[in-house]
Nanobody, 122 residues
Framework: QAQLVESGGGLAQPGGSLRLSCRAP???????????MGWFRQAPGKQREWVAS???????NYVDSVTGRFTISRDNSRKMVYLQMNSLKPEDTAVYYC?????????????WGQGTQVTVSS
């Protein structure tokens, strides 16, 4: 069983919305809750990049290109992390991954899941 399982991707039109979900089936609650969690994405031909983080206490941080459009949230009781994506742009097209993240340097801490494909196109 994978450590992290992403879902919710799909095809959206420019200006549209998608909500991504990430669950951590192999993490027990006492391990999940203290961890900062984040979303990353990898567009075709590009390196994977950090998109957003949320601390255990709910503090959030975003890459400039998604600030004001994306919202990261978490549900500790369900070991879930979400990414609400609004006002989508074609340049948001990528495979999106979640991971535990080092809050200070935004580096991922666990092995990657399979990701979920987001395609923004008219």
């Amino acid at each position: 069983q994978a450590q992290l399982v992403e879902s919710g991707g799909g095809l959206a039109q420019p200006g549209g919305s998608l909500r991504l979900s990430c669950r951590a089936p192999r993490m027990i609650t006492s391990t999940f809750n203290p961890r900062a969690m984040g979303w990353f994405r990898q567009a075709p031909g590009k390196q994977r990049e950090w998109v957003a983080s949320i601390s255990s206490g709910g503090q959030t941080n975003y890459v400039d290109s998604v600030t004001g459009r994306f919202t990261i949230s978490r549900d500790n009781s369900r070991k879930m992390v979400y990414l609400q994506m609004n006002s989508l742009k074609p340049e948001d097209t990528a495979v999106y991954y979640c991971n535990a993240v080092d809050w200070s340097n935004k580096q991922p801490l666990l092995s990657w899941g399979q990701g979920t494909q987001v395609t923004v196109s008219s």
